[in-house]
């Protein structure tokens, strides 16, 4: 059983008593279930720092329910729970009200509890060690120091140097550990339910990771990473975790409510003394009223930056646990077969997809531009070319399977060793896509676009590719303008003209090609 | 001021005292009724039980809000006249009382380190500029010079300083005893929003949707058991700013709702009152509707004349209605849309969300949740060609491809057509519906492919 039923309380609709309300706090989930969404913002790898994405987080909680109104406290709710997305089901009458309190229990939020009522100081003799307690009551308070009244008169708080402290009869129930969620519901009879929590929150993201082997004969093998990063301080034990690939629209996330600073400043009047005056005092210097008081900070903050970078991924092993797919609407889901634990400040890589033997097409890109800036010189500087792997997404060659937004890492084989060949990002891409890499730039093949001698109707090029390669390569340059006339046939390649040509081994092509002036 | 529920009510010690110093679960509050704004305003009644003598006297008015805007208070019952109302905000700290404490006398305690032997003594405070100077007798000091500690005793605190800002009014009395009086006043920092949770079914083109009031208190005060009324509608500046608003209304509604309203307000009171604490986000359920008809469509957009180097995913569209008949049979107050459909497992997953603005009953609704993985289309210029000096031909190819095991239809927009672009020629038929727009209804084989070819006459 994991939820107690604490001492009877009543007063939370103070004009009807007869309503009283019984409060039953739910500790920590049974089961839960994690599904990660990535941040739609990102366009690059998951940076470091608070993550941009979010998750829907299931609970199954059960809980004793006693008869009558009672108010269900939930316990353990991630940290970046937004409330308005709270869903309570498996209750018997439902949900009256859900309530989410962001005042945190802290020395400031106490004296603000306790203003104008009864606390107890407590002075301790130095040189005795003799313990003084004498009641007070809380003039003002937590903001710009505590005063304090007894029956001796008003005194400040931590003014005196003296050890001095105050005790509180009691922890005002509205005041918790941790941000909480709690709803009131009431039941007919005591009876034990099975309840589901269910919430987006935010500090959540994921992203696919991908590792290709370059193979003989252009062929790859492309391994994918599920890589689930969790920022918040909540972890999330032997969760049935998935991730939803694809666009949702989803609005800023909205401030997550906060309450009053927990932390205590107590501030005293200036305590300056004889031996800090001095001629003139720098303005900025040790604040006197800070000497003398002293802070008692109580962070509630996430630790920062420990998020480390998800690292390089190995070359996979033959993997173990896969991820399964399946379709959300128009979404796509990966579901982790068996429970894993979502750690607090933590990244988890579960392997996400392996094809072996992906056909790929390696060509080298230029671009062109019409604008003859050359003029004046012999002739321009030739550019290195892009090199492109080109597959299509489909189960005849070798792929045919969604493919996830992610950073790609390709390897080639140096006598079995792997070595990187560059990095690549990779968009969603959907069966029957083309997929298309780029590792880097090619040195080996070059091109150069020559202005020729124009008319008032046309301009003129020379595009001019040569290849430091001992075998053929094919390169292709898209031309988006008007074209009168080319030397070679141009190809349709996405509604653009593109020239399309095999260098021959360690040889050279040409194309001259006319524009229409538009004018 | 603190409402609080104890968990060791036993604990607590002193009942006797209770009559002086309130109990921490004690507010200064009477019978509240609070009407809650979309703009961010809110309107506090309250009524007390004032017990008064009969002649000119002063009433300090606790829990209000922190936030309460002084100048819209009135303060209203049998036999009150108001002679002044005063809104104090010097707030009592310890160095306030100790610089108004300036030039009169209080006690120093000095305790001995060695033997915690205690020294009082009366002195006359000269000073507190940066330290505090004091008057013992004929020797002039400064206070804690030696580091030595020393306890300041004041005797009490002056009028004016407040633990919080404080409401008083100095009232004329016609006759004595317990008065009701009615406070209110306007405040800034409670609003409300409606949070909506809609279930898609697909397979049966069905949705369930539940509505939730969203409520949330930054007055740094806590209303205790309040009757509330949440207003709807748009005061002034009470539409979303800076939200993108994916979800539009495609025909406005015309029926009426049998919710209570006064003029183009809205008014939704909550069935039982309720506590709204500090720092609090509070929610209430005011719609839930099983089983409306919705469907799913996609739609793609053109925005004029140009290619994409890459193909575009297609937007899912659910089309429903808040009509009485085969809809949700509400208005539906401006708010947030999550949507839902359960997985394979039968577990719901979000798909997404859209803001929504108000909509009356009985209209039709196009809400977008995202982006379709495998529906895409892409625009191709296959052929631009100058007819004359103004006038220009354009031969535009629409590629549509679907990685869906089923049909599905696409709703394909070309717009950025001014009014002068004419249609030439079309492979499919398609529908102007205004001058700027053309649409076409796509259909997409399953995992398939289906082009559209326009060839359109434009003006330059």
């Given at each position: 059983?994991?939820?107690r039923?604490?001492l009877?309380l009543?007063?939370?609709?103070?004009?009807?008593?007869a309503?009283?309300?019984?409060?039953?706090v739910s500790?920590?989930?049974?089961?839960v279930?994690?599904?990660?969404?990535?941040?739609?913002a990102?366009?690059?790898?998951?940076?470091?720092?608070?993550p941009?994405?979010?998750?829907?987080?299931?609970?199954?909680r059960t809980?004793a329910?006693?008869?009558?109104?009672?108010?269900?406290?939930?316990v353990?709710?991630?940290?970046g729970?937004?409330?308005?997305?709270?869903?309570?089901?498996?209750l018997p009458?439902?949900v009256?009200e859900k309530?989410r309190d962001?005042?945190?229990?802290?020395p400031?939020?106490?004296?603000?509890?306790?203003?104008?009522?009864?606390?107890?100081?407590?002075?301790?003799n130095r040189a005795?060690g003799k313990v003084?307690?004498?009641?007070?009551?809380?003039?003002?308070?937590p903001?710009?120091?505590v005063?304090?009244?007894?029956d001796?008169?008003?005194?400040?708080?931590g003014?005196s140097g003296?050890?001095?402290?105050?005790?509180?009869?009691?922890?005002?129930?509205?005041?918790s550990a941790?941000?909480?969620?709690?709803?009131?519901s009431?039941?007919?009879?005591?009876?034990?339910?099975t309840v589901?929590l269910?919430?987006?929150?935010?500090?959540?993201?994921w992203?696919?990771?991908y590792?290709?082997?370059?193979?003989?004969r252009?062929?790859?093998?492309l391994?994918?990473?599920m890589?689930?990063?969790?920022?918040?301080?909540?972890?999330?034990?032997?969760?049935r975790t998935?991730a939803?690939?694809?666009?949702?629209?989803?609005?800023?996330?909205?401030r997550?409510?906060?309450g009053?600073?927990?932390a205590?400043?107590?501030?005293?009047w200036?305590?300056?003394?004889?031996?800090m005056?001095?001629?003139p005092?720098?303005?900025?210097?040790v604040?006197?009223?800070?000497?003398?008081?002293?802070e008692?900070?109580v962070?509630?903050?996430?630790v920062?930056?420990m998020l480390?970078?998800a690292?390089?991924p190995p070359?996979p092993?033959?993997p173990?646990?896969?991820?399964?797919?399946?379709?959300?609407g128009?979404?796509k889901?990966?579901?982790?077969p068996e429970?894993v634990?979502?750690?607090?400040?933590?990244?988890?890589q579960?392997?996400?997809?392996?094809?072996e033997?992906?056909?790929?097409?390696?060509?080298?890109?230029?671009?062109?531009?019409?604008?003859?800036?050359?003029?004046?010189?012999a002739?321009?500087?030739s550019?290195?070319?892009?090199?492109?792997?080109?597959?299509?997404?489909?189960?005849?060659?070798?792929?045919?399977?969604?493919?996830?937004?992610?950073?790609?890492?390709l390897?080639?084989?140096?006598?079995?060793?792997?070595?990187?060949?560059?990095?690549?990002?990779?968009?969603?891409?959907?069966v029957?896509?083309?997929?298309?890499?780029?590792?880097?730039?090619s040195?080996?093949?070059?091109?150069?676009?020559?202005g020729?001698?124009?008319?008032r109707?046309?301009?003129?090029?020379?595009?001019?590719?040569?290849?430091?390669h001992?075998?053929?390569?094919?390169?292709?340059?898209?031309?988006?303008?008007?074209?009168a006339?080319?030397?070679?046939?141009?190809?349709?390649?996405?509604?653009?003209?593109?020239?399309?040509?095999?260098?021959p081994?360690?040889?050279?092509?040409?194309?001259?090609?006319?524009?229409k002036?538009?004018? | 001021?603190?409402r609080a529920?104890?968990?060791f009510?036993?604990?607590?010690?002193?009942?006797?005292?209770?009559?002086?110093i309130p109990?921490?679960d004690?507010t200064?509050?009477?019978?509240?009724a609070?009407?809650?704004y979309?703009?961010g305003?809110?309107l506090?009644?309250?009524?007390r039980t004032?017990?008064l003598t009969?002649?000119r006297t002063?009433?300090e008015?606790?829990?209000?809000?922190?936030?309460?805007?002084p100048?819209?208070?009135?303060l209203?019952?049998?036999?009150i006249?108001?002679?002044e109302q005063?809104?104090?905000?010097?707030?009592?700290?310890?160095?306030k009382?100790?610089?108004?404490?300036?030039?009169?006398?209080v006690?120093?305690?000095r305790?001995?380190?060695?033997?915690?032997?205690?020294?009082?003594?009366q002195?006359?405070?000269l000073?507190?500029?940066?330290?505090i100077?004091l008057?013992?007798g004929?020797?002039?000091?400064?206070l804690?010079?030696?580091?030595?500690?020393v306890?300041v005793?004041?005797?009490?605190?002056p009028?004016?300083?407040?633990?919080r800002?404080?409401?008083?009014v100095?009232?004329q009395?016609?006759?004595?005893?317990r008065?009701?009086?009615?406070l209110?006043?306007?405040?800034?920092?409670l609003?409300w929003?409606?949070?909506?949770?809609?279930?898609?079914?697909e397979?049966?083109?069905?949705?369930?949707?539940?509505?939730?009031?969203?409520?949330?208190?930054n007055?740094?005060?806590?209303?205790?058991?309040?009757?509330?009324?949440l207003?709807?509608?748009?005061?002034?500046?009470a539409?979303?700013f800076?939200r993108l608003?994916?979800?539009?209304?495609?025909t406005?509604?015309?029926?009426?709702?049998n919710?209570?309203?006064?003029g183009?307000?809205?008014?939704?009171?909550l069935?039982?009152?309720?506590?709204i604490a500090n720092?609090?986000q509070?929610q209430?359920?005011?719609?839930?509707?099983k089983?409306?008809?919705?469907?799913?469509?996609?739609?793609?957009?053109?925005?004029w004349?140009g290619?994409?180097?890459?193909p575009?995913?297609?937007?899912?569209?659910?089309?429903?209605?808040?009509s009485?008949?085969?809809?949700l049979?509400?208005q539906l107050?401006?708010g947030t849309i999550r949507v839902y459909?359960?997985d394979r497992?039968?577990e719901p997953q979000?798909?997404g969300?859209?803001?929504?603005d108000?909509?009356p009953?009985?209209s039709?609704?196009s809400?977008?949740?995202g982006?379709?993985f495998?529906?895409?289309?892409?625009a191709t210029?296959?052929?631009?060609?100058?007819?004359?000096?103004?006038?220009w031909?354009?031969?535009?190819?629409y590629?549509?491809?679907?990685?869906?095991?089923?049909?599905?239809?696409?709703d394909f927009?070309q717009?950025?057509?001014?009014?002068?672009?004419?249609?030439?020629?079309q492979?499919?038929t398609?529908?102007r519906?205004s001058a700027?727009?053309?649409?076409w209804k796509?259909?997409?084989p399953?995992?398939g492919?289906?082009?559209?070819?326009?060839v359109?006459?434009?003006r330059?």
């Amino acid at each position: 059983m994991l939820a107690r039923i604490a001492l009877g309380l009543a007063a939370l609709f103070a004009a009807a008593p007869a309503m009283a309300q019984t409060l039953v706090v739910s500790d920590k989930p049974d089961a839960v279930a994690v599904t990660l969404y990535r941040d739609g913002a990102r366009s690059g790898p998951i940076g470091q720092g608070w993550p941009g994405g979010y998750a829907l987080i299931t609970e199954t909680r059960t809980i004793a329910l006693p008869a009558g109104a009672s108010v269900i406290r939930f316990v353990g709710v991630s940290q970046g729970m937004m409330p308005e997305t709270a869903i309570v089901t498996g209750l018997p009458r439902g949900v009256g009200e859900k309530n989410r309190d962001a005042r945190l229990l802290g020395p400031a939020t106490l004296v603000d509890a306790y203003l104008k009522r009864r606390v107890t100081v407590r002075r301790t003799n130095r040189a005795t060690g003799k313990v003084t307690e004498s009641d007070a009551v809380i003039e003002s308070g937590p903001e710009g120091g505590v005063l304090l009244t007894s029956d001796a008169g008003v005194e400040a708080l931590g003014c005196s140097g003296l050890p001095e402290g105050l005790r509180y009869p009691g922890v005002p129930a509205d005041l918790s550990a941790k941000p909480t969620l709690s709803v009131t519901s009431d039941s007919a009879a005591a009876q034990t339910v099975t309840v589901q929590l269910s919430y987006l929150a935010q500090g959540f993201d994921w992203s696919a990771n991908y590792v290709a082997q370059l193979g003989e004969r252009d062929t790859l093998d492309l391994f994918g990473w599920m890589t689930v990063v969790n920022g918040g301080s909540q972890g999330f034990a032997d969760a049935r975790t998935s991730a939803v690939a694809g666009k949702l629209n989803k609005g800023r996330a909205a401030r997550l409510p906060v309450g009053p600073a927990p932390a205590l400043r107590l501030q005293c009047w200036p305590l300056g003394t004889t031996s800090m005056a001095g001629p003139p005092p720098a303005p900025d210097a040790v604040s006197a009223e800070d000497i003398g008081s002293f802070e008692i900070v109580v962070t509630g903050n996430r630790v920062r930056g420990m998020l480390q970078r998800a690292p390089a991924p190995p070359p996979p092993p033959a993997p173990v646990m896969m991820a399964e797919q399946e379709e959300l609407g128009d979404l796509k889901l990966y579901r982790i077969p068996e429970p894993v634990t979502v750690a607090a400040l933590a990244t988890k890589q579960v392997a996400l997809l392996h094809r072996e033997s992906v056909k790929v097409a390696r060509l080298y890109r230029g671009s062109f531009s019409p604008f003859p800036y050359n003029d004046g010189e012999a002739r321009p500087p030739s550019r290195p070319t892009e090199i492109v792997l080109r597959a299509e997404n489909r189960t005849s060659e070798g792929l045919g399977l969604p493919l996830p937004a992610g950073k790609l890492a390709l390897f080639g084989d140096r006598g079995g060793q792997p070595v990187l060949i560059g990095e690549s990002s990779l968009a969603d891409r959907a069966v029957g896509d083309e997929v298309e890499l780029f590792p880097g730039t090619s040195s080996d093949v070059r091109y150069t676009v020559i202005g020729r001698p124009a008319s008032r109707r046309r301009q003129a090029f020379r595009i001019e590719v040569s290849n430091a390669h001992d075998g053929p390569v094919t390169f292709e340059v898209p031309i988006p303008y008007a074209v009168a006339d080319a030397s070679a046939e141009l190809v349709l390649r996405k509604g653009v003209k593109t020239w399309r040509v095999l260098v021959p081994a360690n040889g050279t092509a040409s194309l001259d090609i006319a524009l229409k002036r538009e004018r | 001021m603190r409402r609080a529920v104890w968990l060791f009510a036993a604990a607590w010690p002193c009942v006797a005292q209770a009559k002086q110093i309130p109990a921490p679960d004690k507010t200064a509050q009477g019978d509240l009724a609070i009407t809650i704004y979309q703009n961010g305003q809110s309107l506090v009644q309250d009524v007390r039980t004032l017990d008064l003598t009969a002649g000119r006297t002063r009433q300090e008015f606790a829990d209000v809000s922190a936030k309460i805007r002084p100048e819209t208070v009135t303060l209203a019952g049998p036999g009150i006249g108001i002679v002044e109302q005063n809104f104090d905000y010097d707030l009592l700290t310890p160095y306030k009382l100790m610089e108004k404490a300036v030039g009169s006398v209080v006690t120093t305690v000095r305790t001995n380190p060695a033997t915690g032997a205690e020294t009082r003594e009366q002195a006359r405070v000269l000073s507190a500029n940066g330290g505090i100077v004091l008057q013992i007798g004929q020797r002039i000091e400064v206070l804690r010079d030696d580091g030595l500690p020393v306890r300041v005793i004041f005797d009490k605190v002056p009028e004016n300083l407040r633990a919080r800002p404080t409401l008083s009014v100095t009232l004329q009395v016609a006759g004595g005893g317990r008065v009701p009086a009615t406070l209110s006043y306007l405040t800034p920092g409670l609003g409300w929003t409606s949070d909506y949770v809609m279930l898609f079914d697909e397979a049966k083109s069905a949705i369930d949707m539940q509505g939730w009031i969203t409520l949330t208190n930054n007055t740094g005060t806590t209303y205790t058991n309040a009757a509330v009324t949440l207003v709807a509608g748009a005061p002034s500046g009470a539409a979303a700013f800076g939200r993108l608003n994916d979800t539009t209304i495609d025909t406005p509604g015309t029926e009426t709702s049998n919710r209570e309203r006064l003029g183009d307000y809205v008014f939704y009171p909550l069935g039982r009152r309720t506590t709204i604490a500090n720092a609090q986000q509070k929610q209430v359920s005011f719609l839930d509707v099983k089983g409306a008809a919705a469907r799913k469509t996609y739609e793609w957009t053109n925005g004029w004349l140009g290619a994409d180097s890459d193909p575009r995913s297609a937007a899912t569209v659910l089309k429903f209605s808040t009509s009485k008949n085969g809809g949700l049979g509400d208005q539906l107050p401006s708010g947030t849309i999550r949507v839902y459909m359960r997985d394979r497992k039968g577990e719901p997953q979000f798909i997404g969300e859209s803001g929504v603005d108000a909509a009356p009953m009985g209209s039709a609704m196009s809400l977008r949740t995202g982006e379709a993985f495998d529906v895409k289309g892409a625009a191709t210029v296959v052929e631009r060609k100058k007819l004359s000096a103004r006038r220009w031909k354009t031969t535009m190819r629409y590629d549509f491809t679907s990685a869906r095991a089923e049909a599905v239809s696409v709703d394909f927009a070309q717009t950025g057509l001014w009014g002068d672009v004419r249609i030439v020629e079309q492979s499919l038929t398609g529908e102007r519906v205004s001058a700027d727009r053309m649409e076409w209804k796509v259909p997409v084989p399953a995992n398939g492919k289906a082009s559209v070819t326009v060839v359109f006459d434009t003006r330059y």
